[in-house]
Nanobody, 125 residues
Framework: QVQLVESGGGSVQAGGSLRLSCVASGYVDDLSFMGWFRQAPGKEREWVAFINTVNSWTDYTNSVKARFAISQDKIKSTLYLQMNNLTPEDTGMYSC??????????????????WGQGTQVTVSS
């Protein structure tokens, strides 16, 4: 069993930055991939980024490339999402997720077994 707890959300103006954190506890050694998702009001949850926890290979959805950076601190069992140059379109509930192996659905919700409760990000224009 893995527990995930996010923090770091808040309200910022367009162009600002935030860093989200996700602390993992439990059987963290079993995790191979961790990802970030977001859900805007009235929209479906969408994948943002993921990282391979073994070799730190990363991937991002096109809309956040060059603005967001996913990273990890294995000693602290913490996943991060550095978000720069935020726009109102980045507003949403951000959740971290964990998978215990590679699968073809890592860019979809179905690719992950464990989820956090989320942290709200609001970007005003």
């Amino acid at each position: 069993q893995v527990q995930l707890v996010e923090s770091g959300g808040g309200s910022v103006q367009a162009g600002g930055s935030l860093r989200l954190s996700c602390v993992a506890s439990g059987y963290v050694d079993d995790l191979s991939f961790m990802g970030w998702f977001r859900q805007a009001p009235g929209k479906e949850r969408e994948w943002v980024a993921f990282i391979n926890t073994v070799n730190s290979w990363t991937d991002y959805t096109n809309s956040v490339k060059a603005r967001f950076a996913i990273s990890q601190d294995k000693i602290k069992s913490t996943l991060y999402l550095q978000m720069n140059n935020l726009t109102p379109e980045d507003t949403g509930m951000y959740s971290c997720a964990a998978a215990d192996r590679w699968n073809s659905r890592l860019r979809e919700e179905g690719g992950y077994k464990n989820w956090g409760q989320g942290t709200q990000v609001t970007v005003s224009s």
